[in-house]
């Protein structure tokens, strides 16, 4: 018996009805889903991807820092609990944000 909620299932491509008309279901949650969220967040912040709310970029470096220090704290109190592709996973994620936050920090 698993803890994890169930998350209803949907065809993909199409909307649920619920959620409210022509919006796409949301993908089911799991942790790489939750890393890959976080990841676009602090992207977000350092003005790399736009944002879906306002379709522009925007730059926020202290945000951009705290999702960064977010993720590395899950990177260490999911040591030893994580599959071998999660882990590599969100090494190489904040790798990336790593240098990326630096490059935009000059």
């Known amino acids: ?6 998350q209803p299932e949907t065809e993909p491509g199409k909307a649920d009805s619920a959620s409210g008309a022509g919006r796409m279901p949301l ?3 799991n ?3 939750f890393i890959f969220s976080l990841n676009h967040t602090a992207l977000m912040h350092l003005g ?9 970029t925007a730059k926020n470096l ?3 820092k705290q999702t960064i220090d977010i ?16 882990s590599q996973m969100i090494k ?3 790798y990336d944000l790593r240098m990326i ?6």
């Open 71 to 86: 993720l590395a704290m899950l990177e260490e109190k999911t040591q030893g609990n994580l599959t071998d592709d999660e």
């Open 62 to 64: 202290d945000l951009a």
């Open 1 to 6: 018996m698993s803890d994890e909620p169930k």
């Open 48 to 56: 790399v991807v736009k944002d879906p709310s306002v379709g522009e």
């Open 27 to 29: 993908p089911l949650m």
């Open 92 to 94: 190489s994620i904040l």
């Open 101 to 106: 936050y630096v490059r935009e920090r000059k």
């Open 31 to 33: 942790f790489s889903t």
